[in-house]
C-alpha cells in the first residue's frame, strides 16, 4: 500500500515560521526530502528513526535534478512510507510543486500541499520593508528573476509588468540585477526607484543593500553581494530606514550554539529568539534516572530517612526536580522533611522548589556550593545531618568541606549526567561555513562532551574549527574546563544564571556594535 506525501512549504528561513500543520507533518514523516532553503534547525523536529534525504540546489549546481526529486517522493511512498516534502518558503510560488504533485497523482499516491509562509513577503518584512502600503503601493508583483536573460524576456512581459503594479518583487535574481533594472528603466520606471536586495531573511545571515535602479548592480558588485537574496523594487523600500525592526534586536545576526540537554534548553533557546538571535540546539548531554542498581539502592535507602536530616542542600534544578521523581516511585512526600533546612544555589534552583510549595533559603554569592558558608557557616554543627540531592558529577569538595566541620554528609545521586547520542551533519557544515557565531557552555560536562561529540563525527581539532566562534561560559568553573581544553573563553556570565548568560551576551554585542 502506497504511502502519503506532504508537500511542506518550510517558511523563509526562520524555523519558527514553518506553520503549524507543516510542523504536525514534519513530526510524522517516516522520509524527510529537503532543500538548501529549509532551515536545518527544522530537521531536529523530526521523529526518531526517521530518514532524511538532501536535494538542494545551489545557485551553480544541482545536487538532484527536480525530475529526479520527483520519481523520489513517487519511489519513497510506494514502499509505503509518510513523506514530508520540506521546500523553503511557499511550495506553490516557484517551487515547482505542481510537477511534484502531477507525478504522485499519475502514480494514485495521496499526497497534501500544505501551504508555508512565502520569502516574497517575509524577507521584505523583516529587513522593515513592507510590499504595500497605503500611500505608496497597493499591488505587488512576484517575479522570477532566476533565469537567463533570454529566458526572463519569455516569461517576462516587461512593457507589462513594468508599472502592473507598485512593488515588484524578484525572487532569486541577484546574478541577473544588472539586467533586470535596464529592463524596468527602458519600460518606464525611473532610474531613481529605489531597490533593496535581501540576502538570507530571517535567518542569522541576514543582510540589507539598497539603491536605485540606476546605481544598484554597481553596489552588488561592489559588496560582492551573493544569492540567496530577494530583490524589492519600488517606493515602499524608503520605509525600511523608519521600519527595520530585526537588526535593532540585541542579539541580530549571531546563531548561538546551544549545547544543554534538550529538556533543559527550552529557557535559553527562548531567551535568544526573543533578542533577535538564531539558537541552534545541538545537546551534548542527557540527563536521566540513575541505572547502577548498588546506586539506586544508595539513594532510596537516603530518602527513606528524611526526618532525620537538619539540612538539605539542593544545588541545581535538576536536583530538585529528580528529588521529587524519587520520592514519587518511593510513595514518599516531602513533609518528612519537617525538621530540615532547605536552601538552593541560585534563584533559578529556588524557584523550582517554590513550585513544588516550598520556600527555600536561597544562598548569596555567585550561586555556587560556596556560597553555603558564607551564608551558614556560624550555624552548621558537628553531627548535624546533611543530605545532598544531586547530580552524579556534583564535586567533590562540598561534601569533603561539610565533612571537615564535622557534619554528616549523605551524598544522594538523584540523576546522572550521560552523553547525548546525536550526529549532526548540518551542524559539522556550519561549523566548517563560519555559521556558528556564538557557542554556549552551561556546565563542564557541557564542555568535554561538545569537543567528544564532534571529534566523534569526525571533527579532528573542534577546539581548533570553533576558534573564529565566540565562547560563552555560564560561569567560573565551565569556564576554567573551556580553558583547560583549549578554548579561549570570551563571555562569562556575572551570575551563574541563564538570564545571566544571556545578559552577558547582549553586553558583549553592544560592545561590537559600538
Not at 138 to 147: D, Y
Request: hydrophobic share 40%.
Amino acid at each position: 500500500m502506497a504511502g502519503k506525501v506532504y508537500l511542506v512549504g518550510a517558511g523563509p528561513g526562520d524555523a519558527r515560521l514553518i506553520t503549524v500543520k507543516g510542523l504536525q507533518c514534519l513530526e510524522k514523516g517516516d522520509v524527510v526530502v529537503y532543500d538548501r532553503l529549509a532551515n536545518p534547525s527544522l530537521l531536529k523536529k523530526m521523529k526518531r528513526g526517521a530518514e532524511k534525504v538532501y536535494v538542494g540546489k545551489l545557485p551553480d549546481r544541482h545536487t538532484m535534478k527536480q525530475e529526479e526529486i520527483n520519481q523520489l517522493l513517487v519511489d519513497l511512498a510506494l514502499t509505503g512510507k509518510t513523506v514530508v516534502r520540506l521546500k523553503g518558503g511557499d511550495p506553490t510560488i516557484f517551487g515547482r510543486v505542481g510537477e511534484e504533485a502531477e507525478l504522485l497523482r499519475k502514480h494514485g499516491i495521496p499526497y497534501e500541499i500544505v501551504p508555508g509562509i512565502t520569502a516574497a513577503i517575509s524577507v521584505p518584512a523583516y529587513a522593515g520593508i513592507p510590499v504595500t502600503h497605503r500611500d505608496m503601493a497597493s499591488s505587488l508583483s512576484i517575479i522570477t528573476g532566476h533565469e537567463s536573460p533570454d529566458k526572463l524576456d519569455k516569461s517576462i512581459n516587461w512593457e507589462k509588468v513594468t508599472n502592473a503594479t507598485g512593488t515588484l518583487i524578484f525572487m532569486m535574481g541577484v546574478a541577473k540585477i544588472g539586467y533586470i533594472s535596464r529592463q524596468l528603466i527602458t519600460y518606464g520606471r525611473s532610474p531613481d526607484t529605489p531597490v533593496a536586495l535581501v540576502r538570507w531573511g530571517t535567518r542569522a545571515e541576514q543582510a540589507t543593500l539598497t539603491g536605485t535602479l540606476e546605481d544598484i548592480e554597481r553596489k552588488v558588485l561592489e559588496a560582492n553581494f551573493q544569492p540567496p537574496a530577494v530583490i524589492v523594487v519600488g517606493d515602499v523600500v524608503t520605509q525600511r530606514e523608519h521600519l527595520k525592526w530585526a537588526e535593532s534586536l540585541p542579539l541580530f545576526g549571531k546563531r548561538i550554539l546551544v549545547t544543554r540537554a534538550r529538556i533543559q534548553a527550552s529557557e535559553l533557546v527562548a531567551q535568544i529568539e526573543d533578542l533577535g538571535g538564531e539558537p541552534y540546539e545541538f545537546p551534548v548531554i542527557d540527563i536521566r534516572l540513575p541505572q547502577d542498581k548498588e546506586q539506586i539502592a544508595h539513594t532510596n535507602a537516603a530518602l527513606s530517612r528524611l526526618g532525620e536530616y537538619d539540612w538539605v542542600f539542593f544545588t541545581s534544578v535538576n536536583g530538585v526536580e529528580y528529588f521529587f521523581m524519587h520520592l514519587e516511585k518511593l510513595g514518599q512526600d516531602i513533609r518528612s522533611l519537617h525538621r530540615a533546612r532547605i536552601a538552593a544555589v541560585g534563584p533559578a534552583t529556588k524557584e523550582a522548589l517554590r513550585s513544588r510549595g516550598i520556600a527555600a533559603e536561597e544562598l548569596p554569592g555567585q550561586y555556587q556550593a560556596e556560597g553555603m558558608f558564607e551564608a551558614y557557616g556560624d550555624e552548621m554543627l558537628a553531627g548535624q545531618q546533611v543530605l545532598l540531592p544531586r547530580g552524579d558529577l556534583g564535586r567533590a569538595w562540598l561534601p569533603e568541606v561539610l565533612r571537615e566541620k564535622g557534619l554528616t554528609v549523605t551524598d544522594a545521586v538523584m540523576y546522572e549526567t550521560v552523553p547525548a547520542d546525536e550526529e549532526d551533519d548540518e551542524l559539522l557544515k556550519l561549523i566548517e561555513e563560519g555559521g556558528i557565531h556564538v557557542v554556549t557552555f552551561t556546565s563542564s560536562s557541557t564542555v568535554n562532551n561538545l569537543v567528544a561529540a564532534l571529534k566523534g563525527m569526525g571533527l579532528a581539532d573542534p577546539v581548533q574549527a570553533l576558534s573564529g566562534a565566540v565562547i560563552a561560559c555560564i560561569g567560573p568553573l565551565t569556564a576554567q574546563t573551556a580553558r583547560d581544553v583549549g578554548f579561549n573563553v570570551d563571555i562569562m556570565a556575572e551570575e551563574s544564571t541563564i538570564s545571566s548568560l544571556v545578559q552577558s551576551l547582549c553586553d558583549w554585542r553592544a560592545s561590537v556594535r559600538d
